[in-house]
């Protein structure tokens, strides 16, 4: 990005960015000024989560920002979030089957935002059932409905 200086300093919407020191002040300077866009954070982490009713889980997903901000991550539901640089990691428990979903924001200081839905599938294990997490074919029938 180029900006005409006029005199020996540079502006931007009336904010001085930087200046050049010279004897004369009556000539017109080039400045050259590189500003990185910001961009908002990354989420990666498993399409799914098999949370079984009552029982403690955890899921986790690796956050990072290229601009190398801070990044504050937050989620949805009462859960206890422990962050370690780039590894995070939620732990809540699921009480009963109601309409559940765990949605994880990351959030840099500028405001820009990203966030992440895995698909929850909740099991009750009634009746000592077992649960049975379901085939990726089944995850993408059910994510199309």
Excluded: R
Excluded at 19 to 42: D, E, G, M, R
Excluded at 47 to 67: H, P
Excluded at 74 to 97: H, K, L, Q, Y
């Amino acid at each position: 990005m180029l900006h005409i200086c006029w005199s020996d300093c540079c502006w931007i919407a009336s904010t001085k960015i930087a200046c050049v020191f010279k004897q004369h002040s009556c000539f017109l300077y080039l400045c050259i000024i590189s500003f990185s866009a910001n961009k908002p954070p990354v989420i990666e982490g498993a399409s799914s989560l098999l949370i079984v009713v009552g029982q403690q889980f955890q899921y986790s997903v690796q956050v990072n920002d290229s601009n190398g901000d801070t990044i504050t991550t937050t989620t949805n539901i009462n859960s206890v979030i422990s962050d370690d640089g780039e590894n995070v990691t939620i732990t809540a428990t699921v009480t009963n089957i109601t309409d559940f979903s765990l949605t994880i924001t990351a959030k840099d200081p500028s405001g820009a935002a990203t966030t992440h839905t895995p698909l929850a599938m909740l099991c009750s294990c009634a009746n000592n059932g077992t649960c049975v997490e379901l085939s990726t074919a089944e995850q993408e029938d059910v994510e199309t409905k």
